[in-house]
Each structure stands twice: as structure tokens, then as C-alpha cells.
């Protein structure tokens, strides 16, 4: 069977986007060198995606590679988050409103990355999707469950995974699509986490900076 594998580009640019967002952070909520993070997504990303384009079919050293990058990401960013936490929590008001708008940064990372990671872990990939493997449901969209709501061939692709992250990480809760194996609800839970302690001591603060 022939694989028409989605295009990989919105993953990838949505992954620089949070290259991008990590080089606004002030120095002192990265841990090490700044451009350390950067450039080892780099490394990883561009031969990935050379790699990728010629031979479509994902090894599973490619697909290690692909999980670890993301999970890289991650872990930067919740360090980020823990360090904001506890700047937000012992500044001064003047220093406070900088942070507020670093806690942006960090929470629009959050969304970016989990919804890398639904589009990575949903059914093996996009790869295994493409190819029509008969892999069991992590995530399910309603247009896979009636087919008055899309084409009989509709598959979620990049953009529906990133709506269902930034669903999750503003409500707390799933939306449209619902989380069934337990590694997906695993991974909707963190992010939910990160994103309620991020708003929520930026609310606390904003408070403090309004009185």
C-alpha cells in the first residue's frame, strides 16, 4: 500500500515557532547557555526532515529521535515554567510585569508542544496513519465516529491536533476530541497542569500589580 503521508512542514515550523518563543525568555528562566536548547533542535530537526523526504517510510531510530526532540522541548519548557513560578512569586511588582509577558511565552510553548506530541503519539504517528495501520484510538474526533460531519477518508491532520492542545490547555478539559489510551490522558493531564500553574500564578500576580 502507498503511503500519502500529511505534510511534515506545519510540525516543523510550529516546532521552530518554539525555538522562537525560548529565545524571547529572559536569561535568568533558561537554564544554561541560551542558544544550547536552539541548536540541538536543530541538529535533530533539519536531518529528520531531509531524512524524512526521501525515504518516507519512519524507522523506529527516526521515530526515537523525532519523541526525544519533543520531549527536550518539553522538559525546557517546564523548567522555564518552574523558574517563572518562583521569580513571579518573590519579585517586585516592576519586575513582575516582565514576567508576566515571559509567562506568555511559556504558555503558548505548552500548547505548541502538546499538540506535537498528539500528532506524534495518535495511532503511531502520522506515518502509521498514512498507511492505514489498524492501530487502536488515542485520541477520538467526532468526524471519525459520524460520517455526516466529514468525507468518508477524513483523517486528523496537524491544525486538528493543535486545536484539540490549545482546547485542553485553556479549559483544562478535552473538547472535541476525546483522550482514550491511557499514555494520551497522561499527556492531556501535564499539559493541563503546566497550563493551570501558569495561569493561575499569572492571575495571582496581576492582581498584586493592579492594587
Known amino acids: ?6 505534510p511534515r512542514w506545519p510540525a516543523s515550523l510550529a516546532l521552530l515557532a518554539c525555538v522562537a518563543l525560548y ?12 542558544w ?27 521515530r526515537q529521535s523525532t519523541l526525544a526532540l519533543i520531549g527536550l522541548v518539553t522538559i525546557a519548557n517546564v523548567t522555564s515554567m518552574v523558574l517563572l513560578v518562583q521569580r513571579l512569586l518573590n519579585t517586585s511588582v516592576s519586575q513582575g510585569r516582565a514576567l508576566i509577558y515571559s509567562a506568555v511565552s511559556v ?48 483523517e486528523p491532520k496537524f491544525t486538528d491536533y493543535l486545536y484539540t492542545s490549545f482546547a485542553n490547555g485553556t479549559s483544562f478539559a478535552p473538547a472535541d476530541a476525546m483522550p482514550l489510551s491511557r499514555r494520551m490522558k497522561l ?8 497550563s493551570f500553574i501558569t495561569i493561575a500564578v499569572v492571575a495571582a500576580r496581576a492582581v498584586n500589580i493592579l492594587k
Open 1 to 6: 500500500m502507498s503511503i500519502h503521508a500529511e
Open 23 to 34: 529565545f524571547v525568555l529572559p536569561d535568568r528562566l533558561v537554564i544554561g547557555p541560551r
Open 36 to 62: 544550547l536548547i536552539p541548536v540541538l533542535i536543530l541538529l535533530v530537526l533539519i536531518p529528520l526532515s531531509l531524512r524524512r523526504h526521501r525515504h518516507p517510510d519512519e524507522s523506529p531510530r527516526v
Open 107 to 154: 504558555w503558548l510553548t505548552n500548547i505548541i508542544i502538546y499538540g506535537i506530541w498528539f500528532w506524534e503519539i495518535d495511532r503511531g504517528g502520522p506515518t502509521r496513519r498514512a498507511a492505514g495501520h489498524k492501530n487502536v484510538y488515542d485520541l477520538q474526533f467526532p468526524q471519525l465516529e459520524n460520517p455526516q460531519l466529514a468525507p468518508p477518508d477524513w
Open 187 to 194: 499527556l492531556f493531564v501535564t499539559e493541563s497542569m503546566v
